[in-house]
Nanobody, 122 residues
Framework: VQLQASGGGLGQPGGSLRLSCAASTGSFSIWSMGWYRQAPGKQRELVAVITSGGSANYADSVKGRFTISRDNAKKTVALQMNSLKPEDTAVYYC?????????????????WGQGTQVTVSS
């Protein structure tokens, strides 16, 4: 199973970026998916999670700004990031969990993408 993340890059404060993650598994529709991020010198933190049924939860720091979504037909999960802040700068990772319910800890996830850099700066 592979998770391939894309869409990172340089964004301006107040701007938007969209991340996407493609999964190679045929069981994608019954997986929950998450986006994590890790800034230099900090622990990896959960940004957003979406269950197999489409229920989403977000870190307080991104609520109202980020939206996670999934397309089971395309086996992709996306993270739309609006109103970007410099503190959103980090490497973002998509993660897959072989259960319908979402996980909150990195150890809850079975597969990880390679990470994509997001830098927010003017």
């Amino acid at each position: 199973v592979q998770l391939q993340a894309s869409g990172g890059g340089l964004g301006q404060p107040g701007g938007s970026l969209r991340l996407s993650c493609a999964a190679s598994t045929g069981s994608f529709s019954i997986w929950s998916m998450g986006w994590y991020r890790q800034a230099p010198g900090k622990q990896r933190e959960l940004v957003a999670v979406i269950t197999s049924g489409g229920s989403a939860n977000y870190a307080d720091s991104v609520k109202g700004r980020f939206t996670i979504s999934r397309d089971n037909a395309k086996k992709t999960v996306a993270l739309q990031m609006n109103s970007l802040k410099p503190e959103d700068t980090a490497v973002y990772y998509c993660a897959g969990r072989r259960y319908r319910s979402g996980g909150s800890r990195p150890t809850d996830y079975d597969y990880w993408g390679q990470g994509t850099q997001v830098t927010v700066s003017s």
